[in-house]
Structures are given as C-alpha cells and as structure tokens.
C-alpha cells in the first residue's frame, strides 16, 4: 500500500534527475581554478626571460673582456730557447680563450726543430694557457757557408743559440756554398761519425767535412786525412795510423794526403821534397 509519504519522496527523487534541456551551472571552484594556471604562466615567462637576458649578458661579458684574450702563458722547460721564444712560436697572442685549440698549437711548436715535445693545456684566467716543452740536445756544431747551426743525434738542424763547450766541431768544406736551413737533415751516419771521431781524437780543434770524401781533418803532420762516414771509425784509425807509420820512410816523400773511407781500399798520395 502506498502512502502519501511514499508518492512525495518518489516526486522528490525524480525531480533531481538531470534533464538534457537544463542549464548548467558553472562552478565555482573551477573558475578559480582556470585562474591559478594563468597566472602561473606568466611567471615562468618572466623567470624564463630574465634567464636568457642573464645568458646574453655573460656571453657580451665573455667576448668583449680583456681578461679572456690570451697576453701571456705559463711556459716551462726551456733551456736554450726564451719564454718569449716559444710564445711567439706558439702563435696565441691577442687571441681569445674560446677560439684556442690546444692541438693546434701543440702542432705549431712541433713544427719548430728545437723542440722535441710540447704539452698545452687551456683555463680560465689568470693562466689561461699553459706549455711545457722538451727540447733536442745538440750533438754537434755545423759550420757551413759561414753559418754555424746545430746538429742533434738525428741529424736535425737547429739554430744555434748558445755556446756549449765540448761540442765537436764540423766545417764543411767551401764546395757546400749554402748554409744548412732549419728544415735540412744531416745523414745519420755522418753525425755519428763526427762524434765518434771526435771521442777518437779530441786534440783536433775541429773536423771538416767533404761531400765526396766525408769526414777527416787536418793532420799536424801537414796533410789531409779523410775518414768517410759511419760508425767503423777506431778501424779507420788503425788503417790510418798504420799507413802514416809506413808511408814517409819507405817513399821518402811528404804524404800530401791519406784517404782510409773505404778500409778495404785506403788510398795516400805524396808530394816530392
């Protein structure tokens, strides 16, 4: 059975069904919502802006201050070259810490025959470049043409930039109208030649050169010796000490000059008295 109280709660219930034709209501909490995201993306605009302005700011600073040019370096292991020697070989000056590339410029020292091996490092200021070399060591004093340059163990040439004693001497004779240039190699078996030689006879004052004879000097007796090249010369020597022992008695002559290049094959020859 139905009662009165019954019908109205039905009517109540039916009555808070949603229609399609209703009007909605918008809500509150939603609007305030839409609200908060806006404002919120207007701060991240400004926070972004001053970023970049900041960005912009440091990368002027960068460019445009002195303090990111290169006017110096930290240099370290010269011995016979000068600071300024190896900055000026390194080509860095007046320019700016970002354009450097530390291989490069370590092929640039490379390139200069006194030195044997370069390490360069960048950093920020006050040493923004940083070079540590080693040089060659000088085997040798080469005179030719009226220049005298370094030799090392490969038979490098080298500027001569100080004067070491103990280095054996060499000067080529007048037939070498040219100076050895910086990017000229000696044979190996020359420079070894010379420096055996000379361990061999230090009293010489200085050893000469031919192209065709090789190694060899002035003997006090007045006449030439002449030794070729390479490693074999305490043999040479024998021969050659052998033959001027032997020579003047038998001949009776003046040796005017003794050749032992070619050991096999030694070959003197005299002048008359």
Same mark, same amino acid.
């Given at each position: ?63 445009? #201050? ?42 640039? !020292? ?37 220049? #005298?340059?370094?030799?090392? !163990? ?12 103990? !280095? ?46 090789? !190694? ?58």
């Amino acid at each position: 059975m139905t009662t009165p109280r019954t019908r109205q709660d039905r009517r109540t219930a039916r009555a808070a069904i949603w229609r399609a034709g209703a009007a909605a209501v918008p809500l509150e909490a939603e609007t305030v919502q839409h609200g908060v995201r806006e404002r919120g993306f207007g701060g991240a605009r400004i926070v972004s802006g001053i970023i970049a302005l900041s960005i912009i700011m440091v990368l002027v600073i960068f460019f445009t #201050a002195d303090l990111f040019y290169v006017r110096g370096a930290a240099i370290g292991g010269t011995e016979y070259l000068t600071v300024s020697d190896v900055y000026t070989i390194a080509g860095v000056d007046s320019w700016h810490l970002f354009w450097i590339d530390p291989a490069d410029v370590r092929a640039r !020292l490379m390139d200069y025959p006194t030195i044997a091996d370069a390490t360069v490092q960048t950093g920020w200021p006050p040493n923004m470049v940083q070079i540590v070399v080693e040089e060659r060591e000088p085997a040798l004093v080469w005179e030719q043409a009226g220049v #005298a340059v370094w030799i090392d !163990l490969q038979g490098r040439v080298m500027s001569k930039r100080a004067d070491i004693d103990g !280095l054996p001497r060499v000067v080529a004779d007048s037939l070498e109208a040219d100076p050895l240039g910086p990017n000229m190699r000696l044979p190996v078996d020359v420079v070894s030649g010379a420096l055996q030689l000379h361990l061999l006879k230090p009293e010489i004052p200085f050893l000469r050169y031919h192209p065709n004879k090789g !190694l060899g000097y002035n003997d006090p007796g007045g006449w030439e010796a002449w030794f070729g090249s390479g490693a074999n010369m305490s043999e040479k020597l024998l021969i050659y000490n052998a033959i001027v022992a032997r020579a003047q008695p038998e001949l009776g002559a003046q040796l005017n000059e003794v050749n032992v290049g070619s050991p096999d094959a030694p070959v003197y020859c005299c002048k008359v008295r």
